[in-house]
Structure formats: structure tokens, C-alpha cells
């Protein structure tokens, strides 16, 4: 409902600035500014560059204020789909993407001790590692939905697929995802008490040293874009 | 600790800031290429700014005699009815609702099938609320069911879903509004005027007047009305329970029309309706002792009952 509220106001506020009133202009691009500027932070490099693009977007947007159509979707999923354009065009003479593995590294783990603090930012560093590994296709669609908080209609939308199809590929690309790390996180384990074992012995197995499994988890990084 | 995708996913794709002034400058920079484009049409309302941001939360509304009376005028649609009449012995096709091929993309909000069986066939009633619906739905329809071929299928404009399609004509009466020109007390008034225009009374209304976090004022607006729920029959989708909810206040009374062979009605919380039995076996008079939301259900043959079609007939005295 309140989606559906957002998009009734946006549509009023589109429908007053196409007549000219610039107010209703500053007040929609109010709204859009927090979720345009965002969707490019989360899949350029530098925020200079998704600064560009999103003054970019609403260039366009100003320029076709009058060529929204009501009956193809919500306004702010019409503008995400400028931006979507707009990133793809910038990608496509650009290498500047974020590099998914990098953003574990990035991100500093709020969490409350230093061990589970550790502990999350290996978990970060795993997933973005799977996240970095899947299609770019798939990644996509987890951007949109836990970066940018999208509906699966209105992913649906950006990507001309059904609703369903969306929600069917998210849900087993976040089954696959959990798997592959419980998976993982078994391989650790084990590999943690074997070493532990040898230790105990007093003669480490070869290529088996303290840590060894810890950093291994981070090696082989894929640097893929978003 | 094994946290969950999606909260780590989340996480991982957290947005950076922008740089300090950036939003402000594309502001300002777009409003003064805004001041040199030609608009489609000059506007005419006397509104000189548009300050504050209208966060509109409206809350649907409704007495029994406007449940079919939805406007027709509005640009925003509803939603549709489809009634399909299958002849005595003609199995109820099976996966309906997907046969319509319609998706949260059409702006599918919610699909209530209804099936009641009868020595003269099966009336299939289908609610489709929707805001983005194809013309012609019942070639969708055969085109997937070929058992459909050549049976009479109806399509109506839907009246069935009162609280959402007055909540939408509320909402879109409203938002026309430029309450930012008016003080609070014009500003209730314009809001009531618009609202008994409609038709719609007795409705509390509610307008703030904050500062939103960019310091910019807001308005907030809040419509509320009592609602005496008109078939918001409850588990009808699925066809396997028969309810009713109703939203009553003390002194309401409404009546429920129950399936022909419901051998026991149950309500949920006796200390706020009171059921009888009315002046036809197939009425129920629910007279409503205190405030509350009070779900009264049918059974046949002491199992929920099913094709079960529930509405309320007349509403508060």
C-alpha cells in the first residue's frame, strides 16, 4: 500500500512539474534523489562517477518529464529504468564497476565483539566471494532486491521479466548461495580440527599449517562486476 | 554464527554517501534549466509554491450502500469481476487464478475465487484486483481453459473489494489537493468538503503539520473512517473456509448471507456480536455489543464449509 501510495503521489508531483510547476519538480526530485544516487553508488567505483550519472538521469528525466506513460509502471520504477540505461551505457565504455569481492573488505562489520565482529566479516568475505562468482545476470537481481529494496514487480519491471520468474531466481540463487556456504564452512571446520590434531601431535600435516584454511578462504577471489 | 543471506547481502550492498552539496547543486541546477523548458500547459491553480510534501496515509473507509457504488470516472482502475457459469456436473477447472496469466506486474494486488454449486450448475465468481488490467480478459481465460470454450464468462467492473477501491478513490480525490496553500483548519475543511463530495461522511480527519528532516515543512494527512467491512470474505480465495470479518462498532448491525447447506455458524468473539437468526433461513442478523472485529464462520456437515459465499447485505442501522 505504501509503494502504491509513493507511486500516486510521485505521479501528481510528475503530472504538476510536466505543467510546469517547479515546485512540484524539486519536490519529485526530492524523492528520486535517494534512490537514483544510491543505485549508482552501489555499482560504480567512484562516487564522482555516480554522481555524473545521476545528475546524467535527471537530465534526461527533465527532458522527458512529458513521456512517462501511467500504464507502464510506477514513476520511480520509469527512472530506475533511465538509470538502469544510463549505467549500462557508462559500463559499456568504462571498467569502473565495483568489484563485488572487494566489498566485504570495504564494509566494517557493526557487529558487538571482536571475535563475532571476525567471525561476520568472514562470513562477508565468503558471500561476497559466491556473490562475486554468480552470473551476472542473477547478481543483478540481489542488487536490486537487498541493495536497492525493490518489489519483485518492480524488478520484474527493470528487467522484463514476471514477478515470479524474479522471485523463483532470487530464492534459489539465495538457497544456492546458503548451500555453497554451509558448505564451505563444513570444509573450515574440518580442515581447523585436523590441524588442530596434528598440532596436538606435535607434527603439523604438510601444507596443513595453523591458518592455512582461514586464508585460503580468501584466495582466488573473482573479480567480477555488478 | 552463520548469518542470513539476506541480511549479509544487505549489508555488502550498502550505498556510499554522496559527496557533501551534491544534492543541492544538481537542485539547483536542474531548477534553472526547469525555468527555461516550455511546460505542456500552462498551469492555472493559484498555488504559487508547492512547499511541503503531502505524505497522504489513508485508511479505507465504508458503509454498506457504497460497496458497488466505486465511481467510474476515476482514472485509476480498480480491479474486475469475472462470473463463469459451468453447467451441472462440470468440473471446476483447476489452477484458475493462474489461468488469467496476470502478475504483480499488472499491479495484482489479490485474486478471491468463489465457487458455489448448485442443482443448476456451479457459479464460478472471480475478484481480480488490479490496477493494470488487459480490455478483455475472458479470451486470456478460454485460450488457457479450452473447457471454457463456450461457456458465458461476465466481466464487470469489481465492486466486491470495498476497502481498497475506496481507499484508492479516497486517495485519488485527495491528492489533488494543494494543502500546503491552506492553514490546518482550511486545510481540514477543503479535505472534508472533497470527502462529503464523494459521498463519504463522518470520516476523522487528521492534519500535521512537522518539519520533515531537510527542514522543509510536511503535511501529513490522515482519513479515517470506521469501516462496517463489506465481504471481505476471508479465506475465500482458497475455497476452504467460509468467513466473514466484520468490523463493527457497538450499535452496528449487519447481516450475513450464508450458504444453503451451513448445518453451524461459529463466531469468533461472542462478547462483541450478537448473531440470530433473521427473517430467511439463508440471513443472519450480527448486532454488534462492543467495538471489535468479529469473524463469524460457516461449516457444512460439521467440516469448514466450502464454495461458501458470505457478504454483508445491509450495514449499520
Avoid: C
Avoid at chain 2, 525555468?35 to 491553480?45: F, L, V
Avoid at chain 2, 475478484?127 to 475472458?138: E, G, I, M, R, V
Avoid at chain 2, 462492543?290 to 458470505?310: C, D, H, I, W
Amino acid at each position: 500500500m505504501m509503494r502504491w501510495l509513493r507511486d500516486m503521489r510521485q505521479r501528481t508531483l510528475l503530472a504538476k512539474a510536466t505543467r510546469g510547476d517547479a515546485a512540484a519538480f524539486r519536490a519529485l526530485y526530492g524523492e528520486l534523489y535517494p534512490l537514483v544516487f544510491p543505485f549508482f553508488s552501489r555499482r560504480v567505483r567512484r562516487v564522482e562517477d555516480a554522481e555524473d550519472l545521476a545528475a546524467r538521469v535527471f537530465e534526461r528525466l527533465l527532458a522527458r518529464l512529458d513521456d512517462f506513460d501511467p500504464a507502464r509502471g510506477p514513476v520511480a520504477t520509469w527512472v530506475l529504468s533511465i538509470a538502469r540505461n544510463a549505467l549500462i551505457d557508462f559500463l559499456r565504455t568504462s571498467h569502473e564497476a565495483v568489484d563485488v569481492a572487494s566489498l566485504a573488505e570495504v564494509l566494517p562489520d557493526p557487529g558487538p565483539g571482536a571475535h563475532e565482529a571476525l567471525e561476520r566479516g568472514e562470513e562477508m568475505a565468503v558471500l561476497a566471494r559466491l556473490v562475486a562468482a554468480l552470473d551476472a545476470a542473477e547478481r543483478e537481481l540481489l542488487v536490486f532486491r537487498f541493495g536497492d529494496g525493490l518489489a519483485h514487480a518492480e524488478i520484474a519491471r527493470l528487467v522484463g521479466a514476471t514477478p515470479a520468474a524474479v522471485r523463483k531466481r532470487i530464492s534459489r540463487t539465495l538457497r544456492e548461495l546458503k548451500n555453497e556456504r554451509r558448505r564451505i564452512s563444513a570444509t573450515q571446520r574440518h580442515e581447523e580440527a585436523r590441524n588442530d590434531r596434528g598440532n596436538a601431535a606435535g607434527s603439523p600435516a604438510p601444507g596443513h599449517e595453523p591458518g592455512s584454511a582461514k586464508r585460503s578462504s580468501h584466495e582466488g577471489a573473482h573479480h567480477v562486476r555488478i | 554464527m552463520f548469518g542470513s543471506e539476506e541480511g549479509l547481502l544487505a549489508r555488502m550492498f550498502r550505498a556510499r554517501e554522496a559527496t557533501p552539496g551534491h544534492r543541492q547543486a544538481l537542485e539547483n541546477e536542474l531548477l534553472a534549466r526547469f525555468q527555461t523548458r516550455q511546460p505542456i500547459a500552462p498551469r492555472s491553480s493559484v498555488t504559487k509554491r508547492y512547499r511541503p510534501l503531502i505524505a497522504a496515509s489513508l485508511l479505507a473507509v465504508v458503509a454498506a450502500g457504497a460497496a458497488a457504488a466505486a465511481p467510474t470516472h476515476l482514472d485509476v482502475e480498480v480491479g474486475r469481476s469475472i462470473d463463469i457459469h459451468l453447467p451441472p456436473g462440470a468440473p471446476v477447472p483447476e489452477n484458475l487464478g493462474e489461468a488469467f496469466h496476470l502478475t504483480e506486474a499488472n499491479g495484482l494486488r489479490k485474486i478471491a475465487i468463489r465457487v458455489t454449486a448448485e442443482d443448476a450448475g456451479t457459479d464460478i465468481h472471480v475478484d481480480l484486483l488490479a490496477n493494470d488490467l488487459p480490455a478483455q480478459l475472458a479470451p486470456t481465460l478460454r485460450a488457457a481453459i479450452p473447457a471454457l470454450a463456450s461457456v458465458p464468462i461476465e466481466e464487470k467492473p469489481l465492486s466486491a473489494s470495498v476497502r481498497t477501491s475506496m481507499g484508492k478513490r479516497v486517495a485519488h480525490e485527495l491528492f489533488d489537493l494543494d494543502l500546503d496553500t491552506l492553514s490546518v483548519e482550511e486545510a481540514q475543511r477543503a479535505v472534508e468538503a472533497r470527502l462529503a463530495a464523494q459521498g463519504i461522511t463522518g470520516a476523522d480527519v487528521k492534519i500535521e503539520r512537522t518539519t520533515g528532516a531537510d527542514g522543509k515543512p510536511e503535511t501529513k494527512l490522515k482519513v479515517q473512517k470506521r469501516e462496517i467491512s463489506l465481504g471481505e470474505t476471508e479465506g475465500a480465495g482458497d475455497g476452504a473456509h467460509g468467513m466473514a470479518a466484520l468490523h463493527l462498532a457497538p450499535g452496528d448491525r449487519a447481516r450475513v448471507r450464508i450458504p444453503f447447506d451451513a448445518g453451524r455458524i461459529d463466531v469468533e468473539d461472542r462478547s462483541i456480536v450478537d448473531v440470530t437468526p433473521s427473517d430467511t433461513p439463508r440471513l443472519l442478523t450480527v448486532r454488534a455489543l462492543a467495538a471489535g472485529k468479529a469473524t463469524v464462520q460457516v461449516f457444512a456437515a460439521g467440516e469448514p464449509a466450502r464454495s461458501v459465499s458470505l457478504e454483508v447485505v445491509a450495514g449499520a442501522e
